[in-house]
């Protein structure tokens, strides 16, 4: 049924209400996590950085050897589409997060009951940002913890795909969230230097530069990339290293890049607290430029999501 005030979902080449977005449930996304994503965000409903977003969605799905049957031209058509008729769903304040989905389809075998689904599954959807239940981490900052369970290593899968094969980054979530519903869960590499999280990356800030984990041991996130271009133009230093535990204790500040937080600051890391305020003086000039370079005070949106 076709409900008022529903989001829509494009399907394989249909605008249909999410309640009716069914896919087989012998397909390989469901099956295998056979399936690459990619997922960027609005700034005051404008998405922000989609080619950039979909040229790094394709490098995923060359990876895994998927053809999305479009074109990257054809994608933005979609998405833009997608977003612009779900708008009308969420207030002036609020935005979305903006998502592009292909799954390998469903095996040769498995089409008898299918017969129509002969390609991939193409899935472009959205999602309001959970704005008011992050407004007290840009206030108080981030609780970073790193679990027990390790990045899968490079060498197994590469991390610079975004693949829908999550459970490594969900495993080390719930272990992490089991000891602090509030806190994130940034996981240690093979050699046990910090690496990434769920949609995160992590930096540190020490002896006068950011410090951020090597590319081989992380999704290359475009948020990630915008935190080097900015500190370019502020002058600051910018390293990619390896960061081990001792690194982490001992610097001046600490923040994470996503698309959605787009850059928030932390408080602690195992407990162990940083020295500077939150966030600290180099953080909230990364904040202020990243406000400026998308031209829109994403800061302050989040900030005014906090209870009065």
Same mark, same amino acid.
């Given at each position: 049924?076709?409900?008022?005030?529903?989001?829509?979902?494009?399907?394989?080449?249909?605008?249909?209400?999410?309640?009716?977005?069914?896919?087989?449930?012998?397909?390989?996304?469901?099956?295998?996590?056979?399936?690459?994503?990619?997922?960027?965000?609005?700034?005051?409903?404008?998405?922000?950085?989609?080619?950039?977003?979909?040229?790094?969605?394709?490098?995923?799905?060359?990876?895994?050897?998927?053809?999305?049957?479009?074109?990257?031209?054809?994608?933005?058509?979609? /998405?833009?589409? !997608?977003?612009?008729?779900? +708008? #009308? *769903?969420?207030?002036?304040?609020?935005? %979305?997060?903006?998502?592009?989905? &292909?799954?390998?389809?469903?095996?040769?075998?498995?089409?008898?009951?299918?017969?129509?689904?002969?390609?991939? /599954?193409?899935? !472009?959807?959205?999602?309001? +940002? #959970? *704005?008011?239940?992050?407004?007290?981490? %840009?206030?108080?900052?981030?609780? &970073?913890?790193?679990?027990?369970?390790?990045?899968?290593?490079?060498?197994?899968?590469?991390?610079?795909?975004? /693949?829908?094969?999550?459970?490594?980054?969900? +495993?080390?979530?719930?272990?992490?969230?089991?000891?602090?519903?509030?806190?994130?869960?940034?996981?240690?590499?093979?050699?046990?230097?910090?690496?990434?999280?769920?949609?995160?990356?992590?930096?540190?800030?020490?002896?006068?530069?950011?410090?951020?984990?090597?590319?081989?041991?992380?999704?290359?996130?475009?948020?990630?990339?915008?935190?080097?271009?900015?500190?370019?133009?502020?002058?600051?230093?910018?390293?990619?290293?390896?960061?081990?535990?001792?690194?982490?204790?001992?610097?001046?500040?600490?923040?994470?890049?996503?698309?959605?937080?787009?850059?928030?600051?932390?408080?602690?890391?195992?407990?162990?607290?940083?020295?500077?305020?939150?966030?600290?003086?180099?953080?909230?000039?990364?904040?202020?430029?990243?406000?400026?370079?998308?031209?829109?005070?994403?800061?302050?949106?989040?900030?005014?999501?906090?209870?009065?």
């Amino acid at each position: 049924m076709n409900r008022p005030n529903q989001r829509v979902v494009y399907l394989n080449g249909d605008f249909v209400p999410e309640s009716e977005a069914r896919i087989p449930f012998r397909d390989r996304g469901v099956k295998f996590g056979d399936a690459a994503f990619d997922t960027t965000r609005t700034f005051g409903h404008d998405i922000f950085r989609l080619r950039e977003h979909l040229e790094r969605f394709y490098r995923s799905l060359r990876y895994l050897r998927i053809d999305p049957k479009l074109t990257i031209d054809e994608f933005i058509e979609v /998405t833009e589409q !997608v977003v612009e008729r779900n +708008l #009308p *769903l969420i207030g002036e304040d609020d935005d %979305y997060w903006v998502t592009q989905r &292909v799954t390998r389809g469903i095996d040769p075998a498995d089409r008898t009951a299918w017969p129509g689904w002969d390609g991939p /599954t193409v899935i !472009v959807e959205c999602l309001p +940002l #959970p *704005l008011a239940a992050r407004a007290e981490f %840009y206030r108080d900052g981030l609780e &970073v913890i790193t679990p027990s369970v390790r990045r899968v290593a490079p060498d197994m899968v590469s991390p610079r795909a975004k /693949t829908h094969n999550y459970l490594n980054l969900v +495993l080390g979530d719930l272990e992490v969230t089991a000891q602090n519903e509030n806190a994130i869960a940034i996981l240690l590499d093979e050699n046990g230097n910090l690496s990434e999280g769920k949609g995160s990356n992590i930096f540190i800030f020490t002896d006068g530069a950011i410090h951020t984990p090597k590319e081989r041991y992380v999704l290359p996130g475009v948020s990630r990339a915008v935190v080097r271009e900015l500190a370019g133009k502020l002058g600051i230093p910018y390293e990619e290293t390896d960061i081990d535990l001792f690194d982490a204790y001992n610097a001046e500040e600490s923040f994470i890049s996503s698309t959605s937080f787009c850059v928030c600051p932390v408080q602690t890391i195992n407990g162990n607290v940083m020295p500077s305020s939150v966030p600290g003086p180099v953080t909230q000039r990364i904040i202020d430029a990243y406000v400026e370079y998308v031209g829109f005070d994403w800061y302050a949106q989040y900030l005014g999501k906090l209870p009065s």
